[in-house]
């Protein structure tokens, strides 16, 4: 049973940081690219960034500079380093195994959500 376990979050004053941790389990986490995802109240879900099994980052444009995603595969943990938060990052943040599919970052268990970890960016 494949399963995602998200920490990490909290209430943060804009510029603030936070590291958000992952655990994924259930698979064979260090074959796959993970990705980290957020919603924001009566938004869609969206990805945030996202790391191949060899390394390779990308990044939605509004994080870039900001936010910074890792994996330690011995732990099958994915972490998303989040530096000068602003509060439009306020959202309930996720993470998955995910792949390309033509040209396009798609959560793989997607049927597989875990409880997410809020993110509060205020002052």
């Known amino acids: 049973q494949v399963q995602f376990v998200e920490s990490g979050g909290g209430l943060v004053q804009p510029g603030g940081s936070l590291r958000l941790s992952c655990v994924g389990s259930g698979y064979i986490f260090s074959i796959y690219a993970m990705g980290w995802y957020r919603q924001a109240p009566g938004k869609q879900r969206e990805l945030v960034a996202a790391i191949t099994d060899g390394g390779r980052t990308t990044y939605k444009e509004a994080v870039k500079g900001r936010f910074t995603i890792s994996r330690d595969d011995a732990k099958n943990t994915g972490y998303l380093q989040m530096d000068s938060l602003k509060p439009e990052d306020t959202a309930v943040y996720y993470c998955?195994?995910?792949?390309?599919?033509?040209?396009?970052?798609?959560?793989?268990?997607?049927?597989?959500w875990g409880q997410g970890t809020q993110v509060t960016v205020s002052s």
């Open positions: 998955n195994a995910v792949r390309e599919i033509r040209a396009t970052i798609v959560p793989i268990f997607a049927g597989s």
